[in-house]
């Protein structure tokens, strides 16, 4: 194999949802919080067979422009590529953290992609945007590297990623300056994102987005049109963080452009719950897992 590479707590909380929600909930708080090691309490539950990782691979010079990647051992060439953003509110998070989102897609052949990329207050918006495209574009590069097929890639994201994701996949700029030709995405998963809502109009994302003219650029409804990629878009029904309305929205946006979008809501489901529902111990719960492998594997 080649050389891929040189080496190099979500603040959002909600912990009022019930029953199996309620419990997800409060246990994600706490390993995304980083009150206790995620190793221990999430990714203690990971194999470390069924797929290799290849870690700490820069795709830029800045520090945290670099991701972990997830190859499956029986995948057949050319496997499709999911890159993953994870959330944290644009202020927080760390690839490491999400090595189980990894190993549930790995596990059914997909090669996986685990970026960092940088946050508030060092950079503000565009620039963790610009960073994703510049990962997928290191994605697609490589991607026969690794037995990766640079032409089905798939954009997944949660919460803050999901927003990520959805900006890659609708507002062509971004992969465009990137030199990432549209045609290479084949997909995106969006997971609890706020793809409507108005960053100037909150305190606490109001610096984030400090600076945009328009504000209306910084919304993934806005770049909606017709001949976009299919989405899958998922949300908890109780998801006090990032409502729902913004899935529904997003939906509604694409199918009025004559776009195909999926958009399912989980009941007794809230903003850290339906990400662990990807985890080994919690799988089953509900159909978050296998709806997802569902619309990957029809792409």
């Known amino acids: ?163 990520t994701a959805a900006l890659l996949a609708y507002d062509e700029r971004y992969l465009a300056d990137a030199g990432v030709p549209a045609a290479s995405v084949r997909g995106m998963v969006g997971i609890a994102g706020p793809y409507a809502f108005d960053p100037l109009a909150y305190r606490t994302t109001r610096p984030i987005f400090e600076g945009v003219s328009d504000v209306e650029q910084a919304k993934p409804i806005t770049f909606v049109g017709g001949e976009d990629v299919p989405a899958l878009l998922l949300h908890g029904a109780e998801d006090t963080t990032v409502l729902p309305r913004n899935s529904h929205e997003l939906a509604a946006r694409i199918r009025r452009a004559e776009g195909r979008a999926i958009m399912r809501e989980y009941a007794d489901t809230a903003h850290i719950g339906i990400i662990l529902s990807f985890a080994r111990p919690f799988r089953g719960h509900d159909t978050v897992y296998e709806d997802t492998i569902r619309f990957l594997e029809g792409l």
């Open 1 to 163: 194999m080649k050389s891929l590479g040189r080496s190099r707590s979500e603040r959002w909380i909600d912990l009022r949802p019930r029953g199996v929600g309620r419990r997800l909930s409060v246990l994600g708080a706490v390993v995304l919080l980083g009150a206790c090691s995620p190793a221990t309490l999430i990714n203690a539950f990971v194999p470390d067979e069924g797929y290799v990782a290849h870690v700490n691979l820069a795709y830029g010079v800045e520090d945290r422009q670099v991701l972990d990647l997830y190859v499956p051992e029986d995948a057949p060439d050319l496997a499709p590529v999911v890159v993953y953003f994870y959330g944290g509110s644009w202020r927080s998070g760390s690839r490491g953290t999400y090595r189980f989102m990894a190993e549930a897609l790995a596990a059914r052949g997909f090669a996986v992609a685990v970026p960092d990329y940088r946050l508030y207050p060092d950079v503000r918006f565009p620039t963790f945007v610009e960073d994703g495209a510049r990962a997928v574009r290191w994605v697609r590069d490589h991607a026969r590297d690794f037995g990766g097929d640079p032409d089905r890639i798939v954009l997944m994201g949660h919460s803050a990623g999901a927003h």
